[in-house]
């Protein structure tokens, strides 16, 4: 894979270990300023469920990561296109089902990253 193309996988793995820990360790501290429409007596209850959320980037990223470690070209590959394709996945459900910014933020980097991989296949 060229430069570039490790460059936007690890800016994806990077951007949803952020995810992570916002979700997991920020949630009732950064959520309250970054989520201002949320009602902020359900930062607490929900915080539970913004970790889980957040252990499943975490996920993610370290697929993302792993995929530098492999050296078998087609196996590295393989485990960059599942998880970036997970990633757009996510982030296409998210922007139909909460925020269409999750779109922006989460979906097209990875589809372009996923681009990128298939379009240095060819």
Not at 44 to 65: D, H, R, S, V
Not at 82 to 88: G, P, Q, R
Request: overall charge positive; aromatic content about 18%; hydrophobic content about 60%.
């Amino acid at each position: 894979m060229s430069f570039a193309t490790n460059l936007l996988i690890g800016f994806i793995a990077l951007l949803h270990l952020y995810i992570m820990w916002f979700e997991m360790f920020a949630w009732t501290t950064r959520g309250r300023k970054v989520f201002r429409s949320f009602p902020k007596e359900l930062f607490e209850p929900t915080k539970p469920m913004a970790a889980n959320q957040g252990l499943y980037n975490g996920f993610l990223a370290a697929g993302l990561i792993w995929s530098f470690f492999i050296e078998d070209q087609v196996w590295r590959l393989n485990v960059s296109i599942f998880f970036l394709s997970c990633v757009a996945i996510a982030g296409i459900y998210g922007s139909i089902t909460a925020s269409r910014k999750i779109f922006f933020v989460q979906a097209l980097p990875a589809i372009i990253a996923l681009s990128a991989v298939l379009i240095g296949l060819a």
